[in-house]
Nanobody, 118 residues
Framework: QVQLVESGGGLVQPGGSLRLSCAASGSIYRDDYMVWYRQAPGKQRELVAGISRVSSTVYADSVKGRFTISRDNAKNTVYLQMNSLKPEDTAVYSC????????????WGQGTQVTVSS
């Protein structure tokens, strides 16, 4: 089965940066979109960013201009570069894939915790 393993989270101060990685196995990149979602306590999981196999991207309005999604097909890995982090970015970040950004088809893993605090 497809496996997705996230890494790179941590504790940073407001204005800081983090780079998340998601190593994928199997034929996950056969799906049109690779995506990053996040979930904060008491809130529903929400889309952060997505990237298609033809390199088109989509971002949540809340992260546009601050986050950048990219992928390395040779390493079967997708990344999320997060700059100018805000406390409201605090959440567990998880990756997935699917035919559209709103249709993740694989089981969710543990994700990686991002905490933005002074």
């Amino acid at each position: 089965q497809v496996q997705l393993v996230e890494s790179g989270g941590g504790l940073v101060q407001p204005g800081g940066s983090l780079r998340l990685s998601c190593a994928a196995s199997g034929s996950i990149y056969r799906d049109d979109y690779m995506v990053w979602y996040r979930q904060a306590p008491g809130k529903q999981r929400e889309l952060v960013a997505g990237i298609s196999r033809v390199s088109s991207t989509v971002y949540a309005d809340s992260v546009k201009g601050r986050f950048t999604i990219s992928r390395d097909n040779a390493k079967n890995t997708v990344y999320l570069q997060m700059n100018s982090l805000k406390p409201e970015d605090t959440a567990v970040y998880s990756c997935n894939a699917g035919p559209a950004v709103a249709i993740p088809v694989y089981s969710w893993g543990q994700g990686t915790q991002v905490t933005v605090s002074s």
